[in-house]
């Protein structure tokens, strides 16, 4: 069995921070113990260099391994240099056990300062290699990425897409993916396509916040036969988002 947290959007640096609600969120993911943590984006505000010290200190307080991928903000001011200096990598690839053998990738849709997202041609083919060899030895797989490749309901007008969402969805559904994370819209969402969950995670910690929606993080407990994706809100509420039988 395998359990995860998904957290997004903190954008630390904007008056509409809320620090309370990102220290309890971590205290609430510290209590729960998963096996990894996952942040789909959108960690900073504006990009810049101060925003990513300063987020790097509370993601330090995270106990679980934490896997972060950029947003559209942190790719502004040249906050693409200073995420791969100070956070990392902007594209991954992992292989996790935990009892079972699962493959872990992160994809950067990120353009500097524009807030469309493009994943592009190579690093879909790149995706696509590592994915064939999941296929091959039929490997859990999830993809993380910012924007969201379906649209998201109660979002308003659809902006800042993924340019590309098209030929991204179908090397996803090819390859047979089981979760893709993303962020972007903070609004919580689930959709069941083919075989595989897109799981939208809301924010953990920007006032933007839609009509009664509150801060909040996902959990996605992953056992031998099935998936269960879990809302967790700031107000202590554990709503079930949706959940898939699994499929050999």
């Known amino acids: 069995m395998t359990f995860i947290a998904h957290i997004s959007d903190l954008h630390v640096g904007t008056k509409g921070f809320n620090k309370d609600s990102l220290l309890y969120i971590v205290d ?26 300063e987020v790097v200190e509370y993601l ?11 947003g559209n903000h942190d790719s502004r001011n040249v906050g693409n240099e200073s995420f791969e200096e100070i956070i990392g990598e902007r594209n991954w690839a992992r292989k996790i056990d935990n009892g079972e053998e699962m493959l872990l990738i ?8 524009i ?18 060899e ?20 109660s979002t308003g007008r659809e902006k800042s897409v993924l340019s590309d969402a098209g030929d991204v969805l179908k090397s996803l559904i090819d390859n047979n993916v089981d979760i893709v994370m ?21 924010t953990t910690s920007s006032t933007k916040l839609r009509g009664k929606s509150l801060n909040s993080f996902n959990t996605y ?8 994706a879990i809302l967790n809100q700031i107000d202590g509420a554990k709503i079930s988002l949706g959940n898939l039988k699994r499929a050999f």
Request: hydrophobic share 40%; proline share 6%.
């Open 28 to 53: 609430e993911i510290n209590s729960l113990k998963p096996d990894l943590i996952v942040l789909t984006g959108d960690l900073t505000e504006k990009g810049y260099y101060s925003e990513y010290l």
């Open 60 to 70: 330090n307080l995270f106990k679980s391994p934490l896997f972060s991928i950029p």
């Open 106 to 113: 992160g994809l950067d849709s990120s353009e500097p300062d």
């Open 115 to 132: 807030d469309e997202g493009h994943v592009g041609r190579a690093q879909q083919i790149w995706m696509e290699n590592i994915l064939d």
């Open 134 to 153: 999941a296929v091959t030895h039929s490997l859990f797989s999830i993809v993380a990425i910012h924007h969201h490749v379906i649209p998201i309901p």
């Open 182 to 202: 993303c962020g972007h819209r903070h609004v919580p969402y689930l959709w069941k396509f083919e075989n595989t969950l897109f799981i939208s995670a809301g």
């Open 221 to 228: 407990d992953i056992t031998e036969n099935r998936v269960d």
